[in-house]
């Protein structure tokens, strides 16, 4: 196996050259990533008996497939693993209701039943969404019944990375296979619509350590969310919300449009979606992974994950809520602004999302602290703990 992994590498390294992919140099970056991921999690889904062939046929499928069908697999394959993730959670925190029962350190749980399907039933939307009865489990001990039967959870404690703003840093505890997914970023998710209510806007990041970026625009901040919580519960995302992180900043620009468009404003009530979440999730824990240390190779990277809102059994366990409606709103760029056109709209889409994020791990990993490739601008001051693992990616990307 360890063979067949080694090809598959240099494969992963070889394919980033390849001519199919796009010039422009941003498009070029995301097509790039979203190439090694459908090589990660499609090698991460044949499981311990791949063998050469299945590997020779990824590769092919990697070099010939085209980005949207690439974008698709992934998609499915990471699915396919927060999926059963999610089961093996119910069997731990979901009460007997007929079904088998299990023992979690001296605790019956549940074998089978979503979280949310003792809500059915409901004539009318509630003013809150009913809170389904689930195990008083620990967190910890959520966690460890997770590592039991998937391989590994995480973990938070202090940083090895040798500079003294590393802080905390997440720890894979347990062994994952390359391709598995080991972390899901967690907190509210801003559409473009909407990036001027995030607090401290437009100097977002400059008291949030927290906030993530996609490819397509969408912003998460997972600074509410902190390390979590003890019980299933309504969250707002307020939680942890600091007032005094929503202030305008120190404007300099005196032109009379910066202004109007850098207010930041305020949240309107049922602004952000109310859901039940299991504020227990393990995995939830994606915004304490740091950035390596100089010429250290990250070991996680990012994928974009699009939950699908019609999995309503999974959704307690996706740590995310969106800010706005549901539908994503029809938006147009002017320059470096976004611009709300008529009403909302799911952009043909078969089926609702919600545009999450997850880190996969790019090697097996095993009882080790995991980093991520912050890919930081190079048009802006960079921290001084900062050393690009790829100068030219961090380029790309920002270009």
């Known amino acids: 196996m360890a063979f067949l992994f080694q090809k598959f590498q240099e494969a992963v390294k070889t394919l980033a050259k390849n001519p199919m992919f796009a ?19 499609s090698y991460n889904r044949l499981g311990a008996d791949a063998e050469e062939a299945d590997i020779e046929e990824i590769i092919e499928m990697a070099g010939k497939a ?33 079904g088998t029962t299990t023992e979690v350190n001296g605790q019956s749980a549940s074998a089978h039943r979503s979280g949310l399907s003792f809500a059915v039933g409901r004539i009318g939307p509630p003013k809150q969404p009913a809170i389904p009865e689930t195990k008083p489990l620990k967190s910890a001990d959520l966690s460890q019944w997770l590592k039991d039967r998937n391989g590994y959870t995480v973990t938070i404690k202090p940083s090895l990375i040798p500079h003294k703003e590393a802080g905390q840093g997440l720890f894979i505890d347990g062994k994952a296979e390359v391709g598995s997914v080991v972390a899901i970023y967690p907190g509210v998710i801003y559409s473009p619509a909407y990036y001027r209510y995030i607090p ?32 299933r519960q309504v969250w707002t995302g307020h939680s942890l919300t600091d007032a005094r992180l929503n202030v305008p900043g120190n404007l300099e620009a005196s032109d009379r449009i910066w202004r109007l468009l850098s207010k930041p404003l305020e949240g309107t009530p049922g602004a952000i979606s109310n859901n039940v979440l299991e504020r227990r999730n393990p995995l939830a824990k994606a915004h304490f992974t740091n950035h390596p240390a100089k010429e250290v190779i990250p070991n996680v990277m990012i994928c974009p994950y699009d939950f699908p809102l019609t999995e309503k059994e999974m959704r307690p366990y996706i740590p995310n809520i969106l800010f706005g409606p549901e539908e994503e709103a029809n938006m147009k760029r002017y320059g470096t602004f976004w611009f709300k056109l008529g009403s909302s709209r799911n952009n043909g889409q078969v089926s609702p999302v919600m545009k999450t994020m997850v880190l996969v791990a790019t090697r097996a990993l095993c009882d080790e602290e995991l980093l991520l490739n912050y890919r930081l601008s190079n048009s802006k001051r960079r921290p001084a703990w900062y050393t690009p693992v790829d100068e030219e990616e961090d380029r790309r990307r920002w270009s």
């Not at 690439?70 to 998609?75: A, G, Y």
Request: glycine letters at 8%; charged letters at 25%; a negative charge.
């Open 23 to 41: 010039r422009n140099p941003r498009k070029l970056q995301f097509e790039v990533d979203v190439n090694r991921l459908f090589m990660f999690t």
């Open 66 to 98: 085209s980005v949207d069908d690439q974008q698709k697999q992934v998609q499915e394959n990471v699915h396919s693993q927060i999926k059963s993730i999610c089961s093996i959670m119910d069997e731990a925190l979901l009460p007997d209701v007929g």
């Open 200 to 231: 401290g806007y437009p100097r977002v990041d400059a008291q949030n350590p927290y906030l993530i970026t996609r490819y397509d625009g969408t912003v998460i901040n997972a600074q509410p969310w902190g390390v979590g919580g003890e019980t």
